[in-house]
């Protein structure tokens, strides 16, 4: 004996989306955050510490001060060492990212600059940082 096999209704008539206005963003945007002064005194402490190889593990997350290991300290110290002694760090923007705020500098030494993306989680703690010469970067503020 066979029994039937479950009924397929078929999905109702599919619907033209409204037409969008030109003043209507296809993206939902919101206002990006301020500066925030704490912020930007820790990203320069941090570029301190990275450019001279001493980072405090203690000031990031579990996650962060785990991966941020002596080795790659060492890797990236002489690269930001090459920038010469921090003369500016310029705030460009903050975002949430996965759950993360992130906030974007760039830091100028008497020899160089770099672009940085610094991630605080939610207690605060730092939860990321990457440092990219300023030559991969879009000329976009």
Partial sequence: MVTPGPV???APPMRPLP???PSTP???TAAPAP???LVTARVRQAFNAWQHGRIDRTEYSPAAGGTYIDAYVAVVSPDLTAIGPLQSVQFRTASLLLGDLVYRYDITGSAGAVSVLYALDARGRTDGIVFTPLIFRSSAP
């Fill in 19 to 21: 037409a969008a206005s």
């Fill in 26 to 28: 296809l993206l939902p």
């Fill in 8 to 10: 397929m209704t078929p």
């Fill in 35 to 37: 500066e925030n002064a």
